[in-house]
């Protein structure tokens, strides 16, 4: 897939879907897209969402909750990789919607998900919260769904 960072600069700070099986490519794919950022001088951050849930948690604990939130909103870009393998907290859902509200129209979000956006409701248990951040990330999102045998099959069969 060709990536054009003009393009990028069009996009008016939307966020970024990439739906598909485990394998596929989506983080692979969301990478190579921070790469070429990054080499075009835009900032990025990575986080496996699970990890990027607890850190914030810890964060209130220690102080750095504040920080963390201000780091995150300056990024231009953040990957948020494997959304949806499981239900959020109430704390999560209010972490996340306080990510998402301070990048919203800013700067750029990309999702890495295997769960439809059709269903992104029944992981946030707060219907309020759950049509924000969907508003925030669904609504005006760019969508690549990628279809294919998994990379890591592909790979065991040539070995």
Not at 86 to 109: A, C, I, M, N, P
Request: aromatic fraction near 8%.
């Amino acid at each position: 897939m060709k990536f054009d960072i003009q393009g990028f600069r069009n996009w008016e700070h939307k966020s970024i879907t990439l739906l598909g099986m485990s394998g596929v490519g989506k983080t692979y794919l969301a990478c190579a897209l921070a790469h070429k950022a990054c080499r075009e001088g835009y900032s990025a951050l990575y986080f496996r969402l699970p990890r990027f849930l607890q850190d914030l948690t810890l964060s209130k604990g220690d102080g750095r909750y504040t920080v963390l939130l201000k780091s995150i909103a300056r990024a231009d870009l953040i990957m948020l990789d494997d959304w949806g393998l499981k239900g959020f907290s109430v704390d999560q859902q209010h972490d996340l919607l306080e990510v998402f509200e301070d990048r919203h129209g800013l700067r750029y979000t990309l999702i890495t998900t295997q769960l439809s956006t059709d269903h992104w409701h029944e992981l946030i248990t707060n219907s309020t919260v759950a049509d924000v951040i969907c508003d925030r990330l669904v609504h005006n999102a760019h969508r690549i769904t990628l279809k294919g045998e998994s990379m890591r099959k592909m790979k065991n069969k040539l070995t």
